[in-house]
Nanobody
Framework: QVQLVESGGGLVQAGGSLRLSCAVS????????MGWFRQAPGKEREFAAS????????KYAESVKGRFTISRDNAKNTVFLQMNNLKPEDTAVYYC?????????????????WGQGTQVTVSS
């Protein structure tokens, strides 16, 4: 069984930065494509970023492109989301997700494993 645990959320002022981490236990981390999603109050969960097994291919949602950076450390079984120049509209619960395979994924239904989420709140 694969378990994902997010950390690093918190309260930050607009323009600030946060770095989210997602620690993965279970089967070989390097077999998984990883993604970050977010869900704002009253809205549906949406894609933010994904990274392939060795970090050579990355995809971002337009809303975060140029401000967020996804990365992974396969030796530490961890995926990161560096978030810079945060805006109030980035306020959401952020989830990491995993799926075995090679191709980048940006749809919720394509991921098999999910973390419990970490709250990010950006004040204006």
């Amino acid at each position: 069984q694969v378990q994902l645990v997010e950390s690093g959320g918190g309260l930050v002022q607009a323009g600030g930065s946060l770095r989210l981490s997602c620690a993965v236990s279970g089967r070989a981390f390097s077999f998984y494509v990883m993604g970050w999603f977010r869900q704002a109050p009253g809205k549906e969960r949406e894609f933010a970023a994904s990274i392939n097994r060795n970090g050579t291919y990355i995809k971002y949602a337009e809303s975060v492109k140029g401000r967020f950076t996804i990365s992974r450390d396969n030796a530490k079984n961890t995926v990161f989301l560096q978030m810079n120049n945060l805006k109030p509209e980035d306020t959401a619960v952020y989830y990491c997700a995993a799926v075995q395979g090679y191709l980048l994924r940006d749809l919720i239904r394509e991921y098999d494993y999910w973390g419990q989420g970490t709250q990010v709140t950006v004040s204006s």
